[in-house]
């Protein structure tokens, strides 16, 4: 009997790295790691991409632990160093960094630094979480370049806040605020994330970063992976573990949220909150079973799902049931969960066990 269980074809990953770096415009393309590659396990996917241009990731841990793993290419800590303490690692371990705010200006100004550190300046176009002004890029661009410990020459992000979006007008203003603000800069620009690559052509500079799309996964939540010829890297599964008749009027579970209008075979499925299946599935997401969609049932809880397997109901006990994946888009479950599939990736449990493995794929 299977328990919860992600695999995780690398063989996809590799195949989604490269439809990026085509779809980018040939841009360089960092593959964006973090939050352990959005749940697939950051050592194993950044080892199956010996090709990456480069990493990134948010905490310097992270970026440590890909280090000690034996990564070589350039890492990128995307919201730099959170102290002078965090900076000195940063150099030790030859990670590049993101200086976003004046304190993290003055981190850098405050002592020398063992080896010199690549610097990408964020500057805000628009999203307003972090980021420099446009019109001060000049100024800490000078500052940063008065030292010897930074190295040429000083790098350029920005982030896209409605990207996968298509027909809001927020991602062509960013796009122009962020030619603007770096038309006399020598630096590499780097502003597409996944939705870019994918949305939006003219956010091409000189380095993109995907993250969620080298999953297979769309950031578009009305499209699929597939709709890009993109490839679900991640397919979750666990098994049926009871069948029960189950008559018309009678509730199931937790608050009796449900109510069956006919008579009908209740299956039960071991997964649950407990191993990160979204709570808010409840009565609204799908579950594949044997070549066809059926509908969660009641509330999820922690260790269980109830699943209506319809009247007459073939299926048996020890049933392979595929939660999201190959057959069932993960945002079909994320949408139906008012979730984001970023949310569900990420929120596997270790209760869940994660086999890779190098499986061929049917092409897209
Ligand atoms: C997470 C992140 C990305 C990747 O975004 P996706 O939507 O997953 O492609 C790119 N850039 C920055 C700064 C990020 O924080």
Redesign the pocket.
């Known amino acids: 009997m299977q328990t919860p269980t992600a695999r995780i074809n690398l063989n996809a990953i590799k195949h989604n790295y490269s439809v990026l770096k085509e779809l980018s415009g040939n841009q360089k393309l960092?593959a964006?790691i973090?939050?352990n590659a959005?749940g697939h396990d950051a050592n194993e996917v950044a080892h199956a991409l010996p090709n990456a241009d480069a990493f990134?990731v948010?905490r310097i841990e992270e970026a440590i632990n890909l280090r000690r793993s034996g990564i070589e290419q350039p890492i990128l800590l995307?919201?730099g160093c959170f102290c002078h303490k965090e900076l000195l690692k940063a150099s030790q371990f030859n990670l590049d960094t993101?200086v976003h705010s004046h304190n993290q200006l003055e981190d850098i100004e405050r002592c020398p630094l063992p080896n010199p550190i690549k610097v990408w300046l964020?500057v805000d176009t628009g999203m307003h979480r972090?980021g420099v002004q446009p019109q001060d890029v000049e100024h800490y661009k000078r500052r940063l370049e008065a030292f010897d410990y930074v190295a040429e020459d000083i790098h350029f992000?920005s982030?896209l806040s409605c990207?996968?979006n298509p027909s809001s007008d927020k991602t062509a203003s960013q796009i122009s605020v962020f030619s603007s603000a770096l038309e006399n800069v020598n630096g590499l620009k780097?502003l597409a994330?996944?939705?870019?690559?994918l949305l939006w052509p003219n956010s091409q500079f000189d380095v993109a970063?995907?993250?969620?799309?080298?999953f297979g996964i769309s950031?578009q939540i009305t499209r699929t992976g597939k709709d890009f010829g993109l490839i679900p890297a991640m397919t979750f599964e666990t098994s049926l573990i009871s069948k029960r008749d189950h008559q018309k009027g009678q509730a199931v579970g937790y608050g009796e949220t449900w109510v069956a209008s006919q008579d009908t075979t209740l299956g039960v499925i071991a997964v649950g909150y407990g191993d990160g299946y979204p709570r808010s599935g409840s009565n609204n997401a799908c579950v594949y079973i044997n070549g066809r969609l059926v509908p969660v049932v009641g509330r999820v809880s922690m260790d269980m799902i109830v699943v209506d397997l319809g009247p007459k109901s073939k299926d048996q006990c020890g049933d392979i049931v595929e939660l999201w994946g190959n057959n069932l888009p993960i945002e079909h479950v994320a949408k139906s969960a008012q979730a984001i599939p970023?949310e569900l990736t990420i929120q596997l449990t270790s209760r869940v066990s994660k086999e890779h493995c190098f499986e061929s794929y049917t092409k897209a």
């Open positions: 960092i964006v973090k939050g959005y990134a948010a995307l919201e993101v964020k972090l992000l982030h990207a996968d780097s994330n996944s939705a870019g690559i970063r995907a993250g969620i799309a080298l950031p970023y």
